[in-house]
């Protein structure tokens, strides 16, 4: 069964604007791990955000933000004042306590537009 | 911050070679893992080590096998190399298991299986 869904293939922003990308997840586990991931088109992951599912407030890092609301099983990343580098795959990302791995929903190819 | 390092951004191999992906890590990282990334099937798992000489198979196992005998070191080894074994693979590394603990990419290797 999917565990992490990101419903938004591709998502255009404006150069300086914020944009919002969608993940929801799925577990029963009371204890989980969410995280953002960055692929340029270089192909490196780059770590981007962590937000753990008893902490009360959202998570920040700089530009970037996680919208965690955990009734409705999603946590999306906000990101404001868009920059051209920004454009690339975003992957939103679960680890359990059961098992070792982390889960990855499929990516959102955010192209930020001049 | 996290080094982990690929041995190959691109890899060209024959059919029915024998192909070995190496990944080091600088972290002292008890998990390693190794990934497969393809359009439209986002990040499949492999397999991954959470010790040394320890192993275990992740969702598409088939026609891999890997080795850890160093902490450091986590090779991923493709028996008898197939055409649909073409991909980009990707390695990664986390300090223990533990779900608030991000997985830290190498730069990846594009595979190509002629």
């Known amino acids: 069964a999917q565990k992490i869904t990101q419903t938004q293939p591709g998502m255009f922003v404006q150069e300086k604007e914020a944009v919002t990308l969608d993940c929801t997840y799925d577990?029963?586990?009371?204890?989980?791990?969410l995280f953002w991931y960055k692929q340029p088109s270089s192909g490196e992951m780059i770590f981007l955000i962590y937000?753990?599912?008893?902490?009360?407030q959202n998570a920040t890092e700089g530009r970037y933000s996680l919208n965690f609301q955990k009734a409705r099983k999603s946590a999306n990343l906000v990101i404001s004042a868009s920059q051209l580098g920004d454009s690339a795959m975003y992957f939103c990302?679960?680890?359990?306590?059961?098992?070792?791995?982390?889960?990855f929903g499929a990516g959102t190819r955010l192209t930020v537009k001049p | 911050d996290v080094k982990v390092t690929q041995s190959s951004r691109y890899l060209v191999k024959r059919t029915g070679e024998k192909v070995f992906l190496e990944c080091v890590q600088d972290?002292?990282?008890?998990?390693m893992f190794w990934y497969r990334q393809d359009p439209g099937l986002g990040l499949r798992l492999i397999y991954f080590?959470?010790?040394?000489?320890?192993?275990e198979k992740g969702d598409i196992p088939e026609g891999y096998s890997v080795s850890r005998e160093k902490k450091e070191r986590f090779s991923l080894i493709l028996e008898s190399a197939s055409t649909n074994q073409t991909s980009m693979y990707l390695c990664?590394?986390?300090?223990?298991?533990?779900?608030?603990?991000?997985?830290?990419f190498g730069d990846g290797t594009r595979l190509s299986i002629l």
């Open positions: 990664a590394s986390s300090l223990t298991g533990a779900n608030n603990q991000p997985q830290h």
């Open positions: 972290m002292d990282h008890e998990n």
């Open positions: 080590s959470y010790d040394v000489k320890m192993k």
């Open positions: 577990t029963s586990d009371p204890s989980y791990g």
């Open positions: 937000q753990g599912s008893y902490d009360q």
């Open positions: 990302a679960m680890r359990e306590p059961r098992g070792n791995d982390m889960r």
